[in-house]
């Protein structure tokens, strides 16, 4: 399994992103557009970075890759699965039994800005689009009319935290 980072922005996202990847086996990760490297221009690691990474930055293989579109098709020509992380119309809860995976296939996880989530252009490109349900207070807020134009209203949960369940469910999956 291979995880494509898009457009993440926080250091700290991402670093807690390569231990949850170290956790689960994960065999490379691309950071693609805005998504920070772990080393900075003049080749130290970032602090933020390694500070809730706990080294994972080096024992999991990574690549800064400029377009996620141009990786996805390679991928996809190399016979990897494409599973995006998102809420969508098309999304359905990543634990259902149709969007499991057989251990043979070759699987690319594609997480997304902490704001705007996965383009829609690279959602197209997506085999399949899990999505993690949400049921809390917050989200019932944000569909009542009286915040309905208020924004900042949370509808998903931090994208490392979104990560590790999906991540987990895929390389355990159960039943």
Not at 86 to 103: G, H, I, L, N, T
Request: aromatic share 6%.
């Amino acid at each position: 399994m291979i995880l494509i980072l898009h457009n993440i922005r926080s250091l700290y996202n991402v670093g807690s992103i390569f231990r949850t990847a170290d956790a689960t086996g994960v065999e490379k990760i691309y950071l693609c557009g805005i998504t920070p490297e772990p080393k900075d221009r003049l080749g130290n690691y970032r602090e933020q970075m390694t500070k809730v990474s706990l080294g994972a930055e080096k024992s999991v293989k990574w690549e800064y890759v400029k377009s996620a579109a141009r990786l996805i098709d390679k991928l996809k020509k190399e016979k990897y699965k494409i599973l995006a992380v998102e809420q969508s119309k098309k999304s359905a809860p990543y634990y259902k039994r149709d969007v499991r995976c057989s251990k043979l296939e070759k699987l690319a996880v594609v997480l997304g800005n902490e704001v705007k989530g996965i383009q829609p252009a690279i959602l197209k490109k997506a085999d399949k689009i899990l999505e993690i349900p949400m049921n809390g207070a917050m989200v019932r807020q944000a569909h009542h009319p009286k915040y309905e134009k208020e924004k900042g209203r949370k509808e998903s949960l931090n994208v490392s935290v979104a990560a590790g369940i999906v991540l987990f469910r895929l390389k355990y999956p159960t039943g």
